[in-house]
């Protein structure tokens, strides 16, 4: 394999240079030296185009490969004119010229005097052409109250975890699916000193997110009869996977437009309430308070401003 190993005497340049030697060398055997010189005078200060001159290790595999480029473009050449003179197949029917189609256009008897009756050439019926069936999905009259694919199998990962923290979380996880809470007693039990194993205490920030993993890893080993028989209707019914999709994306978007309407009105009440000018007012009266109110008792309050009690003298 040339390509591979490469022949006596020529130095296989990296594939960076490899990629800028193959394309120049392609387009100088397709236009001549004189493409060559332009690249000499515009890219002679730059080191990637060194292996235009001869004294280049790398000059020697620019040769081969333009011979290459030359020598496929040559056979390309000889294969289409090979093309071009076979003669065609006997069962191949000859297209009519234009002439002959004219005269066949002719009417076949001598015209006779008087009104002649119009030939209508029979139209034949537009055929439709027969390709892949096409379903058609109805829009989904109700939008779901909740989400008809929620999302079970994911778990957004803590943004101050790091890699090996992330990896013997998960780790721990599946075999806690697999293997049941008494794994996970043991496990507690065995490295409650250590410190990379302080997720399985109740009080430490990444306890919920070790506890969801292990959840969303055992409806995967371990699926319920519930998601069973779900998956075996969807495999008898594909187009129920369409349509909860598209329910899916139907309650999707109205849920972000109430997002929106919501950030909306915060945005307007939170513009408008900068928009006040708390030291534009006007004093409207004043009210002295004054030491003698306080002291004084308040007046009595008038018999005829006692309200009357109904069976009471």
Not at 251 to 280: G, P
Not at 292 to 298: G, L, M, N, S, V
């Amino acid at each position: 394999m040339a390509e591979d190993r490469g022949l006596a005497g020529i130095i296989y340049p990296p594939p960076e240079i490899k990629a800028i030697i193959d394309k120049t060398s392609a387009f100088v055997a397709k236009n001549g030296r004189e493409f060559e010189v332009r690249i000499k005078q515009h890219e002679q200060e730059n080191p990637k185009f060194k292996f235009l001159e001869k004294e280049n290790p790398y000059n020697a595999y620019y040769e081969m490969k333009i011979d290459e480029s030359k020598r496929k473009m040559e056979e390309a050449a000889a294969a289409e004119a090979a093309a071009a003179a076979a003669p065609l197949p006997e069962d191949t029917p000859m297209q009519p010229t234009e002439e002959e189609a004219l005269d066949d256009a002719k009417p076949s008897q001598p015209l006779q005097d008087g009104p002649q009756p119009l030939a209508v050439a029979p139209v034949a019926a537009e055929k439709t052409p027969i390709g892949p069936m096409q379903v058609v999905f109805k829009k989904p009259k109700v939008i779901p109250k909740s989400d008809p694919c929620p999302i079970t199998y994911t778990v957004a990962i803590p943004s101050d975890m790091t890699p090996l923290d992330l990896d013997i979380i998960k780790l721990t996880a599946q075999y806690v699916a697999r293997n049941g809470q008494s794994f996970l007693q043991n496990v507690t039990g065995r490295e409650h000193r250590n410190m990379q194993f302080d997720f399985l205490k109740g009080t430490h920030r990444w306890f919920q997110f070790f506890h969801s993993l292990v959840d969303a890893y055992t409806k995967i080993i371990i699926p319920g009869n519930d998601m069973i028989e779900s998956l075996r209707a969807q495999v008898n019914d594909k187009l129920n996977i369409l349509e909860t999709c598209i329910s899916g994306h139907e309650w999707k978007s109205r849920e972000d437009a109430k997002r929106k309407a919501i950030e909306d009105a915060e945005e307007r009440e939170r513009v408008a309430f900068q928009l006040i000018d708390w030291h534009d007012f006007v004093v409207v009266e004043t009210i002295d308070f004054n030491l003698e109110d306080d002291e004084e008792p308040a007046p009595a309050p008038a018999l005829g401003d006692q309200p009357a009690v109904d069976g009471v003298e």
